[in-house]
């Protein structure tokens, strides 16, 4: 992304791309449906948030809290803008701004063809980010540079001048150099393909890791469900995630995502619902694709922001929600977009001026015709008191737990601290309504005292923090943020260490074997481990036993689980949830039907597929239905041909036609199509049933 306002600089693309190419992607979500505010005059329905402190998530990493700094920014360096950045629990730094990353030279502080700002070299930056507290993340200039000015700059930065910058992406969204219609990103090279990017990633890494072999290095890719995902062109072998992961995949240490939701608030506030399927398949294309010991590659979101309300309480709600979203998904830093950035298109938003500003603090501008003016500079927008709320929320070490509501306008999320407290996020989206909560907690039990309560209104120029009401009901007002700091009923001592990580191995279409490293004992010796699986905001044990595996079985064909396991000692105390694994259980090895999906298109919003049909059993079939579930709401049958297709809720069928009912037995076999549309990250099926049986999904 890159700052509209600034001397000399060019157009944000960002924006102007959701608008030509997210059209179609709106109208699928508004077709699908989407959460409605109460209607005024009415009472609320009271809410349920429902935390479980058993549902373990991602541990809060020393990063997760970053922002963007640019090199058009003159008060990038100043003292004022670092010890606001440091108050908020900023923890990591972007350098040297979007796309001028791609036309940036470090060596003699220039980007040709944008504006730079004086005293924004990368000594300054640097001593910035030390009076932060922060880490750097920097990034290579992929568009105009060479792997040999990144590997001089790393020596620079870590050898010369003992920086230990340790994080460097390669380029700044360069799906974006014109490959796939739409150019912002400069990229001087005559091949501007996915497989070349990848290629030069490598070289990128080699060099760069050379000088310095802690360097951690990381490939742009795109965001699934947003435009270009899924789309293959010129001689690439497939979409760009696929392409250069297949290549780049060894030789890089994470991957970095940018995601601008788009539309109006309403929009954006729903859309973070999205995020636990993007991290999936993000996970998912890694592991697939990367190679060997793919795991060890982390995940970053290093620009995000929203299409509506930018500086206003719709950008403040959507910070909180969406950074806790992907912390909870494992990501190991999200930044805003960004520090300072300027005024922009200005409009009334929920009662409140809006500047259209991206920036978490006023630069203190006017409109071109001086008609309106930004607050003085460096005065706090929404956004930031929203950063502050996530910093008194979740703490690096803290381990965030499953938390949720039966209301889709009002999200939770959680986190346990290593001294006994739990921290609840509530996030109000409804911009009229005051909503009475119930909270109920499983895992964890409040003390009677009053629970600490930070609260941000609409319109509040901080947050207000007072001890007050209890900790199992509350009212929250319309458009809020409310974190809620509880102390344990007694006191947490002696208990057993939480085990490690587990892992899935003999998975099937209903079994698998969860197995895990031991906990460390506490007061007293471990009896027993406990394996649970979330569903929702509730654990379902699948079982117990004394040892390091656990065979479960009654699972679902083709669904997902995430599952924890918990240590109980022979005193009866429980440890912490281990992290979470995250696992798909197939179709049958042996059916009597057998399926295969293939995408054939593409086009970031839709796409065109083909379904295979063979009849494997011993009997002939006179007459077929083939039936799957999307995995998510916001996908849709659009037309289909070769069958009589029809879509009610998530559940697909397609209904075979006179010239295509009859299946031989033993190798029958038809195709039919369809053209799909969706809204959010494309999850395809993964089961399927024809006349009712579960088919072999090839």
Not at 392 to 407: C, E, I, K, P, S
Not at 617 to 633: C, D, S
Request: a negative charge.
């Amino acid at each position: 992304m890159r700052n509209p306002n600034s001397p000399g600089g060019p157009p944000r693309p960002a924006r102007r791309r959701w608008s030509a190419l997210g059209a179609g992607l709106l109208l699928a979500t508004a077709a699908l449906g989407g959460p409605q505010p109460a209607h005024a005059g009415t009472t609320p329905t009271p809410v349920t948030v429902t935390v479980n402190a058993r549902a373990g998530l991602a541990t809060v990493p020393d990063t997760a809290l970053g922002v963007n700094h640019a090199i058009w920014d003159a008060n990038l360096g100043s003292t004022e803008t670092s010890d606001l950045l440091r108050a908020a629990g900023v923890r990591m730094l972007r350098y040297p701004g979007g796309s001028y990353g791609d036309i940036y030279h470090w060596k003699d502080h220039t980007a040709p063809g944008g504006y730079v700002a004086p005293g924004t070299d990368f000594d300054t930056f640097m001593a910035a980010a030390k009076r932060v507290g922060a880490q750097p993340m920097i990034i290579a200039n992929y568009g105009t540079g060479t792997p040999a000015e990144a590997a001089d700059w790393v020596r620079y930065a870590n050898v010369t001048k003992g920086y230990g910058a340790r994080y460097w992406a390669v380029g700044n969204e360069n799906y974006g150099n014109g490959l796939y219609g739409s150019g912002w990103e400069a990229d001087d090279h005559a091949d501007k393909s996915a497989t070349q990017y990848a290629k030069l990633v490598v070289a990128y890494a080699d060099a760069m890791k050379a000088v310095d072999p802690t360097v951690k290095v990381g490939a742009v890719l795109t965001m699934p469900g947003n435009w270009p995902d899924g789309m293959t062109a010129g001689s690439d072998p497939g979409p760009w995630n696929s392409t250069v992961l297949s290549i780049a995949g060894p030789k890089i240490d994470f991957v970095d995502v940018h995601w601008y939701p788009g539309g109006t608030a309403a929009e954006s506030l729903a859309r973070t619902s999205h995020l636990p399927d993007a991290a999936y398949l993000l996970r998912q294309q890694i592991d697939r694709y990367a190679g060997p010991d793919a795991g060890r590659i982390g995940i970053s979101f290093t620009e995000l922001n929203v299409g509506a309300g930018q500086n206003t309480q719709p950008g403040a709600l959507f910070l909180a929600d969406a950074y806790s979203g992907l912390l909870e998904n494992g990501v190991f830093t999200v930044q805003w977009w960004n520090v300072h950035n300027g005024i922009g298109t200005v409009s009334e938003v929920a009662g409140h001026t809006d500047y259209g500003d991206f920036g978490l603090l006023s630069s203190g501008g006017c409109t071109a015709d001086g008609s309106v003016c930004e607050p003085p500079l460096n005065t706090p927008f929404a956004p930031y008191h929203a950063l502050s709320m996530m910093n008194l929320f979740a703490r690096a070490g803290d381990q965030l737990v499953r938390a949720g509501t039966d209301q889709p306008l009002l999200t939770a999320h959680a986190t346990r601290r290593a001294d006994g407290d739990l921290a609840v996020l509530l996030v109000n989206k409804d911009p009229d309504t005051a909503y009475p909560v119930t909270l109920d907690y499983a895992g964890f039990t409040p003390a009677d005292t009053a629970p600490t309560v930070h609260t941000l209104t609409n319109g509040a120029d901080a947050i207000a923090t007072a001890r007050s009401g209890s900790a199992t009901s509350r009212t929250l007002p319309p458009y809020s943020l409310t974190t809620l700091v509880l102390r344990p009923a007694g006191a947490v001592t002696g208990q057993p260490g939480a085990p490690g990580r587990p892992t899935a191995t003999a998975v099937t279409d209903r079994t698998a074997t969860i197995s895990w490293p031991a906990a460390t004992p506490g007061a007293s010796p471990i009896a027993k481990y406990e394996v649970y699986r979330q569903n929702g905001a509730v654990s379902e044990q699948l079982g117990e036993t004394s040892g390091l595996s656990l065979s479960v079985g009654n699972l679902n064909p083709g669904s997902r689980y995430t599952v924890n396991v918990l240590a109980r000692d022979t005193a009866g105390r429980v440890s912490w949830s281990s992290p979470p694994l995250s696992l798909t259980t197939g179709s049958p090895a042996a059916s009597t039907c057998a399926v295969r999906l293939s995408k054939t298109s593409d086009w970031g919003n839709g796409f065109v597929a083909g379904v295979d049909i063979v009849n494997t059993g011993p009997n002939p079939i006179n007459g077929w239905t083939l039936g799957w579930n999307w995995p998510t709401g916001w996908q849709q049958l659009s037309s289909g041909w070769s069958a009589d297709w029809s879509q009610a809720g998530t559940a697909v069928k397609a209904t075979s036609t006179a010239d295509n009912r009859q299946l031989a037995a033993g190798g029958g076999a038809t195709s039919i199509g369809f053209v799909g549309s969706y809204g959010g990250p494309n999850v395809l099926p993964g089961v399927f049933t024809l006349n009712g049986t579960v088919c072999t999904t090839r």
